[in-house]
């Protein structure tokens, strides 16, 4: 019955077949004069046991000929299977794979062409020896034990597989150390990989030509058009003499572009003394040799240590700026904040920097001078301040003014570690209202010193290492009445134990002695609670509670563990268990404790956070957050 069916309808579609013979030759010429274009190939590789490195080169390489299928036509086709071999080979030697040997089989299926490609992989070569030599002044004995850091530093070691993106790594980085410091015109003079195809060894060859060692002797400026000339020195503070190192230059830019007076900066030795390339100073060329010709030990001919100055190339920023901020948090609630600077006074070095903050806790106003950092590298400032808190029924009005000296002590080039020392001194009056119990007027002079330790790896979003304050004070009543003192110590450690996870642990311990607790100024004295405390607690609601008011006391002790998984790159989230509290003794301390969750976005000013914790001692849940925007 099939077979009769079968017939039956080829019956019946042959008088359409017949009445389409006539036309057949012009479509067989249609065809024939339309192009035929070949379809990308559906690619197998049998990579005969390659490392996943070789083979992702391997593939890399075939998918770039394979591409090319889609625009060529037909008859291109053997010519693209033996460029695709030969990139393929290509790939495999940038593995050290010198070899190998490849077959590329062409075919179809019913999905279209295809390339079977299978590899016989050869033995890997391998570096048998690596031959590191320096020519000018690094080759002096003086710089024998740099020169011996710079061999044992290499990164493509003996015994090693010989991959040219190492090969070029190796190089790079033997480059980029050897000029950090010294030696800023170090260049690579002569390089070679000999291989040996037949014993898969590779023989290393590497020549090192440092030029002279650059002492630096002054700065020199260039772009000052209404800053005063001496402000640059101010900020980089060169020893004469000292030696050339591109960290301390690219830490004085970054300070110079950090500071009120620019708002960009470029530093350089000045290299007219000195090039770089026979081109550009035929002196550097060796007599009797055209520039044609490779360069052999003499080609430095000058002097062993040469003293330059830096160039310094700076862009003034604005003479006046403004700006105006807006946000919102769980303490403070609404805030709005306005800052007026002008980075030079009356054609003086100095940065006037005026502001008011508004909020439900504060009004703040205050006038700053700062001055440009001194001879020594102090940074020195003195102003006004006028502020009115109402704060967990403390209340306090105060009209102060006072002086801040300040240092940063940077990190070298051995070490990140970063010191930083705070001295101040202030006069202030003081009203305060402490509610339902009584109000009173205090006129005190104090003095504060504060030594921070800072080792991270990030300043602004550290992953991992250590922060450590110890801060201390003491003041006295105008009319002696009062004399008191502080001393507090906090620290952080930040470890990553993972790419995406962040623990942290940090702890404060504070104490106060006075006369009189109740008439020491609100910043002296210890109160906790809150954000940046002990979340769970109202802000600066652990104290000591006197009539309706929570007020200072005289010890202080808080500690929290958090730990921090990122999802990616910018967001992640929390766990976190913080514990603290004060009072007039330790041994009367009861520990107030808030454990919970929180989410963390990383902005480029550090990372904002949004936080619900649960109080243990008061048994309820309280949200912590602060968001912010400027204008």
């Known amino acids: 019955m099939r077979l009769f069916r079968r017939a039956a309808a080829s019956t019946r579609r042959a008088p359409f077949a017949r009445a389409c013979l006539p036309l057949a030759p012009a479509l067989l010429c249609a065809l024939l004069a339309r192009p035929a274009f070949a379809a990308r190939p559906e690619i197998t590789i049998d990579p005969g046991g390659l490392p996943a490195s070789a083979l992702q080169a391997v593939t890399l390489a075939v998918d770039s000929m394979a591409a090319m299928a889609d625009d060529q036509d037909g008859g291109e086709g053997i010519r693209l299977r033996r460029r695709a071999r030969e990139a393929t080979l290509d790939a495999l030697a940038t593995e050290g794979y010198f070899s190998a040997q490849v077959e590329l089989e062409a075919g179809t299926d019913v999905a279209g062409p295809t390339w079977d490609i299978s590899i016989v992989p050869g033995e890997r070569t391998v570096v048998e020896t690596v031959d ?6 690094l080759a002096e004995p003086e710089y024998a034990e740099r020169a011996a850091q710079l061999r044992e530093d290499w990164g ?4 090693a597989p010989f991959r040219n993106d190492e090969w070029e790594t190796a ?6 150390t050897a000029s950090e410091r010294d030696f800023p015109v170090a260049r690579l003079v002569d390089t070679a990989a000999d291989i040996d195809a037949d014993r898969a060894r590779a023989a290393l060859h590497v020549k090192l030509d440092s030029g002279p060692a650059v002492r630096l002797s002054g700065v020199e400026v260039r772009g000052l058009k209404r800053v005063p000339a001496g402000v640059v020195e101010r900020y980089v503070r060169i020893r004469p003499g000292e030696p050339y190192d591109r960290d301390r230059m ?4 970054q300070t110079l572009q950090g500071s009120p007076f620019f708002s960009g900066a470029k530093l350089d030795i000045d290299r007219s003394g000195i090039s770089s390339s026979p081109e550009e100073d035929p002196g550097l060329m060796p007599e009797g040799l055209d520039q ?3 360069r052999t030990e003499k080609a430095y001919r000058g002097p062993s ?9 700076v862009v003034e920023s604005r003479p006046r700026r403004m700006s105006i901020a807006l946000g919102i948090d769980d303490e403070a609630g609404p805030r709005i904040e306005t ?16 502001g008011l903050r508004l909020d439900r806790l504060r009004k703040l106003g205050y006038a700053d001078i700062h001055l440009a950092p001194n001879e020594n590298g102090f940074r020195d400032s003195f102003g006004v301040l006028a502020q009115d808190s109402d704060i967990q029924g403390l209340r306090v009005r105060r009209f102060a003014i006072g002086a801040i000296r300040a240092k940063t002590y940077p990190p070298s080039f051995k070490s990140r570690v970063e010191y930083e020392t705070r001295y101040g001194a202030r006069l202030a009056h003081e009203q305060i209202d402490i ?10 002079a104090t003095a504060t010193a504060e030594l921070i330790r800072r080792d991270v790896n990030d300043k602004y979003d550290p992953r991992e290492g250590t922060l450590f304050s110890l801060g201390g004070g003491v003041g006295t009543a105008l009319d002696a009445s009062n004399r008191f003192s502080r001393l507090s110590v906090r620290g952080q450690y930040w470890w990553s134990p993972s790419k995406r996870d962040v623990i942290t642990v940090r702890g404060e311990v504070g104490r106060l002695w006075a006369q009189d607790i109740n008439r020491v100024p609100d910043d002296f004295a210890f109160r906790t609670g809150g954000a940046r405390s002990v979340r769970g607690y109202r802000y600066l609601g652990l104290g000591r509670d006197v009539g309706d008011a929570v007020l200072g006391d005289a010890v202080l002790f808080v500690a929290s563990v958090e730990g921090t998984r990122y999802f990616d790159d910018r967001f992640g989230a929390a766990l976190f268990v913080d514990t603290g509290n004060v009072a007039s003794r330790f041994s009367e301390m009861k520990l107030a404790t808030g454990v919970g969750a929180g989410l963390r976005v990383r902005t480029p000013a550090g990372p904002l956070s949004v936080d619900l914790a649960y109080a243990l001692r008061d048994k309820n849940i309280r949200l912590h957050f602060s968001l912010g925007i400027a204008f």
């Open 339 to 354: 800052i007026y600077r002008q980075n030079v006074v009356l054609g003086q070095p100095l940065e006037l920097e005026t």
């Open 305 to 313: 240590h040469l003293t330059l100055p830096v160039l310094a190339e």
């Open 292 to 294: 044609e010709q490779t």
């Open 435 to 444: 509610e339902g119990f009584n109000a009173f007027t205090t006129n005190t």
């Open 250 to 253: 690219v830490e004085w830019q």
């Open 171 to 176: 190089k790079r980085d033997l480059l980029d």
């Open 156 to 159: 493509l070691k003996q015994g």
């Open 132 to 137: 590191i030599s320096f020519l000018g002044t």
